[in-house]
């Protein structure tokens, strides 16, 4: 940071110090600003990238020394069942099969309960080696500081959950400085595609026109921008993951508003390790940072329009206003001119 | 309304202190209009929600609530088997015991599957016991504060296709709720802290305070001066004077200052950091508080850990109150469920404006110090050059 700003007030110096015309100052401004843009776009996009490494790193060490309580409880179940249904199988060993089947599928639906509700303190039967892999933890990392949250991968020790919540800590304001820098950032770059794109599609037949008009960014294009990439990314989700179409829509859309939901997350190969390659993880995670980009862009984007139109309307809304009350008084007065001639 | 108003108006224009009270009443309506219109519009949303997806969800029948009773009567059946075979010759406990484990782990998988495809531990048939109203209350508010816990999601097309929809008006709308409730609940902490923690109302300590604060900065003012008429000799004038913060005026008396200090403004008394920090923090464990008397099985830590989680938004959905209970349709526990439910949504909707707050309060404090330590570090690379 500090070599930052000596360059920066340095070399601003610099270049007011000398001449405009002489190229050298050209280049040394053009230097200038790439060093700021790198400093502020790329490093910070870097500091977050880092951030994510190295929360994946520390809660994959973390995470792999604790052990699977879940496995030896089911265990312990299973033998209290097997007991049951021997018990049920001395009973009914009179050859009366809808008894024992009665008897059998109550003892069943038992224990059925008790996977399910072991299941949801969080069975794998993976050990958490396996399961916290590399690209595992990334994407735990990058959902914990985007607030996604898929929540199909959770810290189960004490130190792990403490650790989360200080990397959430500060995590997210890091994640929010980098959210508000990229959209400026995208914004600045697709306001200048789209003014190039406009100013050729629209050259030719307006030559008159004032030069100064400020051309703002439909927000309809932002839209088809989105639209898009959900698509695009849904698309891609559906050939690798064989969801349907849908599924994968309801997927790119719910994590890139951040709801992350965690019914649908690429590589369910997560709990299964041995299935799915993990280049898929890594790819989701590459995809999801920038959507999110994307999302800062269109929400600067249409922050702006929607001001504009806001203004607009206040003034429709006011001049509105003034008429009806110009008209109103017009009106009494008239009756008022009525009445005097009346009486 | 609007009439009864006017006609107020009309009859009691000649006394001013009634000119106040048409103020106020005036005051009130726009806020009504403004910010408790925005709060039922938020909480009428939700529950509108939660209608929409009780009606789409609700009646779905789950092939895999089907799946799972054939598989179960399967293993019935298969249990019938081996125990016959087992009574043709002598009936072993050793032999029984082995076959019936292998059978229990291959049940167990195929359950642990089933779960995980999103079975929840029911014998209903439609998912009507998940997607009561409380559950579809919190799911919609789950979608729309981004939250996102996932112990419940839509299965149908239409469910999902319901859920992008409405997350995409419903997430607009509840950061206009946020800023907008953030907005006043700053301001009237400011006041409160303003009229209670600063003493404000009585005079005697304000007026010693604003006395101290006076002399601290003339001292400074003076420091300052000297500051830079060292300074001016050695670097560039304009420099050094972008540096200075504006501060108050010298050489007015003392007791001027102090009766314009308690006549300033109660909105521009800064809070500090540490007591937003701090609110946050009471929150937080308040809650966790409830939340680990409520559920039998959460610690302390579980429960805190659920509070932080929650109101950041990340919404793991590992811990969600009332998930345990599912999948047992007894009335009882329903109902608990059914409270649990709403103390979580209305804790959630609480805890996400008093953060609004919080923010809102810090926000000036922390730009003003990260202005002023870059403007600081600047000052000093400058010099140093």
Redesign the interface.
């Known amino acids: 940071m ?1 070599t930052y ?2 360059n920066g ?2 070399r601003s110096r610099a270049s007011s110090s000398l001449s405009d015309n002489d190229p050298r100052a050209k280049i040394k401004d053009c230097c200038r600003k790439v060093v700021a843009f790198m400093f502020t776009q790329v490093g910070l996009g870097a500091l977050v990238f880092g951030y994510t490494l190295i929360g994946a790193v520390s809660f994959m060490n973390l995470e792999k020394k604790g052990n699977n309580t879940e496995p030896d409880e ?1 265990q312990f179940h ?1 033998k209290k ?2 007991v049951q ?2 018990k049920v ?2 009973k009914n ?1 009179i ?1 009366d ?1 809808k008894n ?2 009665i008897d ?2 109550r003892v ?2 038992n ?3 008790k ?3 072991i ?2 303190h ?2 794998s ?1 993976y050990s958490t080696s396996d399961i916290w892999t590399f690209p595992a933890a990334l994407m735990f990392s990058l ?2 500081i985007t ?5 199909n991968l ?1 810290p189960k020790t ?1 130190y792990g ?1 403490l650790v ?2 200080i990397y ?1 800590l500060f995590g ?1 304001p890091l994640y929010i400085l980098f959210f508000l820098n990229v959209g400026d950032a995208l914004a600045g770059v697709f306001r200048w595609i789209y003014k190039k794109l406009y100013r050729c599609s629209t050259q030719p037949d307006e030559e008159s026109d004032l030069p100064p008009k400020r051309i703002i960014v439909p927000s309809s294009a932002c839209v088809w921008v989105m639209v898009l990439y959900v698509l695009a990314g849904a698309g891609a989700f559906w050939a690798w993951e064989g969801w349907e179409y ?2 994968s ?2 997927f790119c ?2 994590s890139l ?7 649908f997350v690429p590589g ?1 190969n997560i ?1 299964s390790p041995t299935e799915g390659d993990q280049t898929k993880l890594v790819i989701s995670y590459v995809y999801i940072f920038f959507g999110l980009g994307l999302v800062a862009m269109c929400y600067n984007l249409m922050r702006e329009e929607i001001r504009e139109k806001v203004k607009n309307i206040q003034e429709d809304f006011n001049q509105c206003l003034e008429d009806t009350r110009t008209r109103i008084i017009a009106c009494c007065n008239k009756i008022r001119g009525i009445e005097d001639v009346y009486y | 309304m609007e009439r009864r108003k006017s006609v107020r108006r009309q009859r009691k224009n000649t006394r001013p202190w009634l000119k106040k009270c048409k103020e106020f009443l005036r005051q009130f309506i726009a806020f009504l209009f403004s910010n408790v219109g925005i709060i039922l519009l938020v909480g009428g949303y939700t529950i509108a929600g939660s209608f929409i997806f009780m009606t789409i969800e609700g009646k779905h029948k789950l092939k895999l609530k089907e799946e799972v009773l054939n598989n179960r009567t399967i293993f019935a059946e298969k249990l019938w088997n081996i125990t016959f075979d087992l009574n043709q010759r002598v009936m072993e406990r050793e032999h029984f015991n082995n076959s019936i484990t292998e059978l229990l782990i291959l049940y167990q998988k195929i359950v642990v599957n089933f779960t995980r495809r999103g079975y929840d531990g029911t014998d209903d048939l439609t998912s009507s016991a998940q997607w009561s109203f409380a559950g579809a209350f919190l799911y919609s508010l789950t979608v729309i504060t981004t939250i996102g816990y996932g112990n419940i999601y839509p299965r149908t097309p239409e469910g999902k296709i319901a859920t992008i929809v409405y997350a995409i008006i419903g997430m607009p709308l509840f950061l206009l709720y946020l800023s907008n409730i953030g907005d006043i609940m700053a301001r009237s902490f400011k006041w409160i802290y303003a009229k209670c923690c600063l003493c404000r109302c009585c005079p005697g300590v304000a007026k010693r305070r604003a006395i101290r604060k006076i002399r601290r900065e003339q001292k400074m003012q003076a420091d300052y001066d000297s500051d830079e008429e060292a300074s001016e000799i050695s670097s560039e004038s304009i420099e050094v004077t972008v540096s200075i913060p504006p501060v108050g005026p010298r050489d007015s008396i003392v007791s001027e200052a102090v009766t314009e200090e308690l006549e300033t403004d109660v909105q521009n008394i800064p809070v500090p950091v540490t007591v937003c920090l701090a609110i946050m923090v009471g929150y937080i464990c308040s809650g966790a508080l409830l939340f680990c008397k409520w559920e039998e099985h959460w610690s302390f830590m579980d429960a805190s850990y659920f509070c932080f989680i929650s109101l950041s938004t990340i919404g793991f959905g590992d811990l969600v109150p009332g998930d345990k209970i599912y999948g047992r349709g007894r009335d009882f526990y329903s109902e608990v469920l059914e409270i649990s439910f709403v103390f979580c949504s209305i804790y959630l909707m609480m805890g996400m404006a008093l953060i609004a707050m919080c923010f809102n309060l810090m926000q000036e404090e922390v730009i003003h110090k990260i202005q002023t330590t870059i403007r600081t570090v600047k000052y000093i690379l400058r010099c140093n050059r």
């Open positions: 500090d700003y000596r007030s340095s089911i299973r069942y097997m249904l021997y199988a001395l060993n050859f099969e024992f089947s059998t599928d069943l639906k224990y059925q309960d996977v399910v509700e299941f949801k969080g069975y039967e959902s914990v607030m996604i949250g898929y929540g959770v004490n959950k989360a919540v959430a997210i849908l599924d829509v309801y859309a719910t508003c951040k709801i992350g939901m965690g019914d369910k709990l």
